[in-house]
C-alpha cells in the first residue's frame, strides 16, 4: 500500500498519525543506515546497530518538526550523520584506526564469481583498509556517494556543508585512495 508513495508523503502520513507509515520508513531506510554507519564507523557492527536503532528513535521524536516540503532522505541521513559525530566526540569513543587484520575480517557484501574470488577479495581487503585511513570527514562522504550512490546535493544538505566543500572532500579522499592503491603496486 505504502509502496509506491514517495517519502516525503510517507513521512507527512506519519505525523498525521498513520502510525503504519512507520514500519514502511524502517523497511525503506533501516539497511541502508545500517550499512553507511558500519561503513563510517570503521566496521563496527554493534556501533551501527546502536547507532541505526537510535537514528530511528530521533526520526520518532523529530518527526513533529520535520517539514514536508523538504526531501526525507537528507533529513534522516543528517539525523545518522549527527549521531555518529556525538559518539566520536565523546573521548572514551574517539575513533582510532583499525588494524589491517580487524579490516581483513569485514564482511564482503558482495559474493564474487570462484574465478575472481583471490582478486576480488584482495582487492576489497586494500581498498576497505585503505577507507578506513582517510579522515571521517572525507570516508563518510565517499561512503554516501558511491555506496549508498546518494547524490552530492543531497549529501551536502545531510551533513549541512557547502556542496563545494562535499566535491573537495570527496575529489580529496579519492585521490588519497587512488594514490594509496597505486603506492601498493
Known sequence: ???TLSDETVALRLQQGDHACLEEL???YYPALKRYLYRVSGGDSALSEELAQETMLQLIKGLPSY????PFRP???AIATNLLRNHFKRPEHRYQHDDD??????????EPTPEHFSV??????????ELQRLPIQ????IVLRYVEELPLVEIAQMLDLPLGTVKSRLRLGIDRLRSALEDER
Open 75 to 77: 533529513w534522516l541521513y
Open 101 to 110: 587484520e580487524a579490516v581483513e575480517r569485514l564482511p564482503d557484501e558482495r
Open 67 to 70: 517539514d514536508s516540503g523538504r
Open 26 to 28: 524502517i523497511r525503506r
Open 138 to 141: 572525507q570516508r563518510q562522504i
Open 120 to 129: 576480488a577479495a584482495e582487492t576489497s581487503r586494500r581498498l576497505e583498509a
Open 1 to 3: 500500500m505504502y509502496q
